[in-house]
């Protein structure tokens, strides 16, 4: 969905009808009167109706859109438009119908169903067939006839007649099936009007949609959530963040466990709504091991006490659960309480009635029992019962959800971990309905699982403007919707308070059980550094940054060339904030070597140990130069290219004037040519913020993406290292004039739908953007994507320990090794063979570009081409070469890497007669095989490695005088 609105009505705007509807006399259907804004949505879905127009009537849980739709079949049937009305079960079904009876016009009228045999209307009735003025139906009976060709055609006829269908709530119907049902409608003459208060689903689809129309840019009408609590139908919301509570009760070994479990879930490839569903269940399982038995007593007790200090103070709560096993176990031990001091039945045991779809169970003075009245209860007396004040608690799981009216409900409880919009609202709604009969002013929502905290984040970035910063089922919703979501918020004055208390208790316990590595680099003690003396001296750059340098005569290229340190004071330059982990990096050194070309970087705790590093790289305070002032010209030089480059970049300000001719010559070399080696330095140094945050050994400096593992568990730190990258890369476009350092695109994924808010601020303020894979289409397009990044390092892996590198391999489909022992020896194995592919790939181009050539004569192809897999050759690095080409057969096959295939360049030379052949490997590639390889077969190509590297040099001379030789005979 798109996030234009356009409400559109057929002959008058908005506010005319809004206008005419205030003066026109309010409709009835028994004793039930419209409120203004019923009257309004009314008249405008009778002009849908009229007019063969879909649409989507949005409307607050209630609002009263039971008695919208029982308008909408009255003007249908008026106009002789039979009705087709969906609902997502029999129970709202039955609820609807009670109220269409009260319309005379209705009941003149035929009246089908699509339920089950043993559900039954109570009016004469025909089953399963849309020959009728009103089809009630729920959305599962409809898909299970789908089959059924007589159906189809009846399909087909009632469209025909100009049919209307009504949903209510469709965001629970099957998406496909149901769809294909609908368009059978509208492709002969039929329309859709959907009535609901949560538009959305988790997969995104548009129940309109085979309508040809949206809920987006379709909208007949919206009650807003303010217009229909000023009429009295609904009370404010007073959110309950407990799950600190919660956490405390349970310990935080089992809720890290609980978190653990949804995002293992998630992994599997769950939505949203099922592993939210799921996260408590494992616990309560039969065949549950004794630990995980023991947390679901934990959960179960916690649960408990937080119902105990809360229903003092109201009168009904309805608990709702996340699996059925939970829920019997939470209602039996809520009936075994006492209820607490405050209220007027204390010291008494609550009654207690626990509803699924299948099974009904109720305690009284803490003794259970199964009968209402003559016969066995079913789902409508309880909640009779539950209206007429029967039940202090009420225990369920899906089955008191959308459309449930037990006005008396003022202490909502979510005991699950609830990430999904759609059903926290919903739930929210069984306890928002006024009830004249206790005066309630309000329901408290008690949230256990952080269901509240992240869709309120998630809300409130799109209120800001920050749509990176909220998950994508916020990010599509329509734009009243999220205002009703807003508002919704908005009725609590203190829930920001609360969130912003739980925010400040995620960090802490964070902080307290992070496993992040130490990320400052620390000086080897068998590092030469020199005396004291000779330890560079930075001079002022700008704010915050400092540099120095050495000049020196190179007798071999007859030119003088130099050595530049630039050292980063990390709070000065606003890279990291103010304050932060005593272990933090609070400098950063920057060397390059203009001999050379060699740029290295060292973050470090302290301006002493940055110095260090600058002189092990050989930086040294150089006493002549450091002494002597610059001359004017080369003032003046300084001068011009300060000016041309502060127009250029905001980053680096206050420039320094220089005063010593090492400082001024520095100075120079990082500014001239636009700024190029001053942005390739910081390249270097943004690159080293992310390398030891993330432990990734290889970065490229074009990095395009880092993928977050487990992102809620980073520390502090490691959100403030990332953050810092993200700062200093979004300058570096601007910081380097030839435009070619930090242009790429950059991103941060993450396949966790809960991100927490502290995470997702890394990207504040740059213009780089956070992407939530949450969708099986997402990751597997996202797995073709890990694969070719991580063959050049422009994709890799952040986690709070050392797992990202096998996680992200695993989400690229590379096998890697899962025990820690076999990783850290497979790791050992994988330096040692880059090791001996780097020692081969000779000039610095052939480094550069990860490709590794191997040059073999004529005979050794042929030897090459003859050996059967497995087999040996006699020469080391035709042996290399043939042991090469049968990793790289490995499946899964590498395509798109390699522009020819190395075995073909063997054929081809031994084809052609050529006396030497050039093979081309792409290190990349070859390093993505090998760490599939198990342990044996690893050795075993590092001894092959080896032994071709000692003799590659010697042998390549030696072939090469033998061919000239040969030539001369």
Not at 915 to 943: D, E, H, S, Y
């Amino acid at each position: 969905m798109g996030m234009r609105l356009t409400l559109r009505c057929l002959s008058e705007s908005p506010q005319t009808v809004a206008g005419i509807m205030q003066h026109q006399a309010p409709r009835q259907i028994g004793d039930k009167s419209a409120e203004p804004y019923q009257n309004r949505i009314a008249s405008a879905v009778k002009s849908a109706i009229s007019n063969g127009r879909s649409g989507a009537v949005l409307a607050p849980t209630g609002s009263g859109k039971s008695l919208l739709i029982t308008f909408g079949v009255e003007d249908a049937a008026l106009m002789s438009r039979p009705v087709l009305a969906i609902h997502p079960d029999v129970n709202l079904l039955t609820q609807n119908f009670a109220l269409f009876r009260e319309s005379p016009t209705i009941q003149r009228g035929s009246i089908s169903a699509f339920i089950a045999q043993n559900d039954t209307l109570p009016c004469e009735f025909s089953r399963n067939t849309l020959d009728a003025s009103l089809i009630l139906a729920t959305g599962s009976s409809l898909v299970n006839k789908a089959a059924d060709p007589n159906f189809q055609k009846e399909l087909a006829d009632f469209g025909a007649k100009g049919g209307v269908v009504f949903v209510d709530e469709g965001q629970t119907a099957a998406a496909d099936e149901l769809s294909q049902l609908l368009k059978t409608i509208a492709r002969a003459g039929g329309s859709g009007i959907l009535f609901t208060a949560t538009p959305f689903r988790t997969d995104l689809r548009d129940i309109l949609e085979p309508f040809g129309a949206s809920v987006e840019q379709d909208l007949i009408d919206v009650a807003g959530y303010d217009e229909v609590m000023a009429t009295g139908r609904i009370v404010p919301t007073r959110f309950d963040i407990a799950t600190d509570e919660f956490e405390q009760l349970i310990g935080a070994e089992a809720a890290n466990l609980i978190e653990e479990q949804f995002i293992a879930l998630l992994g599997q490839n769950k939505s949203i709504d099922q592993a939210s569903r799921l996260a408590f269940s494992r616990f309560f399982k039969p065949d549950a091991s004794p630990a995980d038995s023991a947390i679901a007593d934990l959960i179960v007790n916690a649960v408990g006490e937080i119902w105990t200090r809360r229903a003092a103070s109201h009168n009904t709560t309805m608990v709702h659960c996340d699996s059925v096993e939970f829920a019997r176990s939470l209602a039996s031990r809520l009936a075994s309480l006492e209820l607490p001091h405050g209220h007027a039945r204390a010291g008494k045991h609550p009654s207690v009635a626990f509803v699924v779809a299948s099974e009904i169970r109720m305690w009284r003075d803490n003794v259970p029992y199964d009968r209402l009245g003559k016969r066995r209860a079913r789902r409508h007396d309880v909640l009779e019962a539950a209206r007429a004040g029967t039940f202090d608690v009420l225990v369920n799981v899906n089955a008191l959800g959308t459309g449930t009216d037990v006005p008396q409900t003022d202490l909502n409880i979510i005991a699950a971990q609830e990430r999904s919009i759609g059903p926290l609202k919903q739930n929210s709604g069984r306890g928002e309905r006024a009830s004249p009969s206790t005066g309630k002013t309000h329901q408290t929502f008690v949230d256990i699982g952080n269901s509240v905290y992240r869709i309120f984040n998630d809300v409130d970035a799109m209120r800001r403007n920050d749509p990176e910063r909220s998950r994508r089922q916020v990010r599509g919703l329509a734009a009243p919707i999220r205002a009703q979501f807003e508002a919704w918020f908005d009725s609590d004055p203190h829930i920001r308070n609360s969130i912003e208390a739980r925010t400040r208790q995620i960090r802490t316990r964070q902080g307290g059980i992070s496993t992040a590595r130490h990320i400052a680099d620390e000086p080897d003690p068998t590092m030469e550094f020199g005396s004291d003396a000779q330890l560079p001296v930075p001079h002022p750059f700008a704010t915050g940054i400092y540099a120095t340098g050495n000049r020196r005569w190179d007798s071999e290229a007859r030119r003088f060339s130099g050595r530049s340190a630039l050292f980063l004071d990390l709070k000065g330059m606003g890279l990291l904030p103010a304050q932060t982990a005593p272990e933090a990096p609070k400098w950063l050194v920057v060397t390059h070597d203009s001999k050379l070309n060699a740029l290295q970087a060292f973050a470090t705790v302290s301006l002493e140990n940055a110095r260090k590093f600058a002189a092990f790289v050989g930086v040294h305070y150089d006493e002549e130069f450091d002494n002597v002032a610059p001359s004017r010209a080369q003032i003046s030089f300084v001068n011009r290219l300060q000016s041309l480059h502060q127009k250029q970049q905001r980053l680096i300000s206050g420039y320094a004037r220089p005063v010593a001719k090492t400082q001024t010559e520095t100075m120079i070399d990082l500014l001239n040519d636009g700024g190029r080696l001053l942005g390739k330095m910081l390249s270097v140094a943004a690159t080293r913020f992310i390398q030891r945050a993330s432990g990734a050994r290889q970065v490229n400096p074009g990095l395009r993406s880092i993928v977050l593992h487990n992102p809620n568990g980073l520390s502090a730190l490691q959100r403030d290292m990332l953050a810092a990258y993200c700062r200093l890369r979004h300058h570096l476009p601007t910081i380097d004039r030839a435009g070619d350092i930090g242009a790429d695109h950059f991103s941060i994924a993450t396949y966790d739908p809960s991100t927490l808010p502290e995470v997702r601020d890394v990207i504040s303020g740059t213009r780089f953007k956070l992407f939530v894979i949450d969708s099986p289409e997402q990751e597997t397009a996202m797995k073709e994507r890990l694969l070719a990044g991580l063959l050049d390092a422009r994709i890799i892996a952040m986690a709070p320990d050392d797992s990202g590198d096998i996680w992200i391999r695993k989400k690229a489909g590379i096998p890697v090794a899962t025990s820690k022992k076999a990783s850290a020896l497979s790791r050992e194995l994988e330096d040692e063979f880059v090791s001996s592919l780097h020692s081969m790939t000779d000039g610095a181009n052939a480094k550069k570009s990860g490709i590794l050539n191997i040059s073999i004569t004529r005979a050794e192809c042929i030897a090459i081409a003859r050996a059967t897999p497995g087999m040996e050759v006699t020469a080391p690095v035709a042996n290399f070469t043939k042991s090469l080409i049968e990793l790289l057969a490995i499946p899964p096959i590498l395509t798109g890497h390699d522009e020819q295939r190395p075995m073909e360049t063997v054929v081809n030379a031994i084809t052609a007669a050529k006396p030497i052949a050039t093979v081309a490997f792409r290190v990349a590639n070859l390093t993505a095989k090998f760490g599939g390889l198990p342990p044996p077969a690893q050795k075993k190509l590092v001894r092959i490695a080896t032994r071709a590297a000692d003799l590659d040099h010697k042998r390549l001379a030696y072939n090469l005088a033998a061919q000239k030789k040969a030539a001369s005979g």
